[in-house]
C-alpha cells in the first residue's frame, strides 16, 4: 500500500518562505516521477512542479524561480523549496506519485498524500 505524508505547511508573510517534505512508502520511489499540486478554495487542483526519475524538474509558469522540488532517494523524500511566497499561493499543497517514471501527463499522478495547508499574509 502507497503511503505519501506531506509536511512543513503553515502561516508565512508574503515575501517568505518554506519547505514541504513528502515521504514516501509502498513504492520502489526511485522508479515513480513524484510531483506536487495544489489547491485553493473553491479552485480546482493544478499541478505546481514535479521532478522526474533522472530528477529532471518541470515547473508551473506561475511558480517558475521560486519554488524549486528536489528528491532524495535514499530516503523517499521529495522536497518542495518555495521561496519569495505570496498570497495567491495560498493553498493545500499535496504530494503525488507517478505511474510513470517521468510523470510528464497529469493523469499519470493517480496516488496523492493527505495535504499540507500553505497561507500566506499580505
Known amino acids: 500500500q502507497v503511503q505519501l505524508v506531506e509536511s512543513g505547511g503553515g502561516l508565512v508573510q508574503a515575501g517568505g518562505s518554506l519547505r514541504l517534505s513528502c515521504v514516501a512508502s509502498g513504492l520502489t520511489f526511485s522508479r515513480h516521477a513524484m510531483g506536487w499540486f495544489r489547491q485553493a478554495p473553491g479552485k480546482e487542483r493544478e499541478f505546481v512542479a514535479a521532478?522526474?526519475?533522472?530528477?529532471?524538474?518541470y515547473y508551473a509558469d506561475s511558480v517558475k524561480g521560486r519554488f524549486a522540488t528536489s528528491r532524495d532517494n535514499a530516503k523517499n523524500t521529495v522536497t518542495l523549496q518555495m521561496n519569495n511566497l505570496n498570497p495567491d499561493d495560498t493553498a493545500v499543497y499535496y504530494c503525488?506519485?507517478?505511474?510513470?517514471?517521468?510523470?510528464?501527463?497529469?493523469?499519470?499522478?493517480?496516488?496523492w498524500g493527505q495535504g499540507t495547508q500553505v497561507t500566506v499574509s499580505s
Open positions: 521532478v522526474d526519475y533522472s530528477d529532471r524538474t
Open positions: 503525488s506519485a507517478a505511474v510513470t517514471i517521468t510523470g510528464r501527463e497529469l493523469r499519470d499522478y493517480q496516488t
